[in-house]
């Protein structure tokens, strides 16, 4: 099937073999009670195979409302996916799955979500420092704390459990591009991931609203890693595209993201990226 006709939001991608694995919330319903995700796999980021089953929520009663944001890392020779569900006390967190191949079937890894119990929150993303320390980068939600949160908390070595105690690296409100609001607005953070460049600096995309429309974002660590200040760079898209990743094709590097952030008319887009050392632009 052709790329455009393919309906999903916050996708990605993981280029294996000379073929790409495409992953992603399956958009019906804004990803609620869909049952689980599929991956669609394609030779040349064009044509794409018929949605195939990876995951099933229902089965593993984790269908009980958001099916949200899978990605999937290769870490110690197996195939982990991290993505949000909603859990049995009606707030959202992330959970992670394993499997050994990236067809699946993914299975349940651990005993519940990796993110803090009594909190709201989503998009998951796998970090490992340079000590080769596994941490979760995820989004404390703005529908919990109103200025939302991007937050790392460190896990243990087998990614089966979080361990210690979750840190705040910004708020959704700390942006220089970001117009302040009357006290008790919202301010949304999603979508993080990261990206060691060329020259070993740490740098973070995430997403967020900038003038009502759905943005790609930028920041760096002001020390190279996750404990360090990140400093707002100027946004990659502002034009209704976001909760994007970066993943090295054939020939380029690569950002996907989704566009519009309309509900039912989400598709992945492609933008081929340049490292420069410093950080990342679109080409």
């Known amino acids: 099937m052709k790329l455009k006709k393919i309906n999903i939001r916050d996708p990605f991608v993981v280029f294996e073999g000379g073929r790409y694995y495409m ?6 319903g804004f ?3 869909t049952g689980g995700f599929d991956v669609y796999v394609s030779d040349n980021l064009e044509d794409w195979s018929e949605p195939i ?8 009663l984790l269908n009980r409302d958001v099916n949200w944001a899978p990605e999937v890392h290769e870490y110690k020779g197996a195939y982990y996916m991290f993505a949000t569900f909603t859990k049995a006390n009606g707030l959202r967190g992330t959970f992670v799955l394993k499997s050994e191949s990236l067809l699946g079937p993914f299975l349940p890894h651990g005993k519940g979500a990796l993110t803090p119990e009594d909190w709201e929150a989503l998009d998951g993303t796998l970090y490992i420092s340079k000590e080769n320390k596994p941490y979760l980068v995820f989004c404390h939600e703005h529908t919990q704390i109103k200025d939302g949160t991007v937050c790392s908390i460190e896990l243990s070595d087998d990614l089966s459990e979080s361990v ?3 840190a705040v690296l910004f708020s959704g409100s700390s942006p220089y591009y970001i117009k302040k609001k009357h006290f008790g607005s919202h301010y ?4 993080p991931f990261m990206y060691r460049t060329s020259a070993g600096e740490l740098i973070m995309i995430w997403s967020t609203f900038i003038n009502h ?10 020390n190279g890693e996750i404990d360090g200040n990140f400093i707002h760079l100027p946004p ?3 034009n209704d595209g976001g909760h994007g990743m970066i993943f090295n094709g054939k020939n380029s590097l690569m950002l996907t993201y989704h566009t519009p952030n309309i509900s039912g008319r989400e598709h992945p887009a492609f933008k081929k990226i340049s490292d420069t050392g410093d950080k990342i632009v679109i080409e």
Not at 23 to 28: C, P, Q
Not at 213 to 222: E, F, G, P, R, V
Request: hydrophobic residues 25%.
């Open 31 to 33: 990803g609620r009670k």
């Open 53 to 60: 089953p990876c995951f099933d929520s229902e089965k593993h």
């Open 213 to 222: 429309k759905y943005a790609q974002c930028l920041a760096k660590s002001d």
């Open 236 to 238: 990659l898209i502002t």
């Open 188 to 191: 949304i953070t999603d979508g």
């Open 23 to 28: 992953y992603g919330t399956r958009a019906a």
């Open 164 to 166: 210690g105690e979750p």
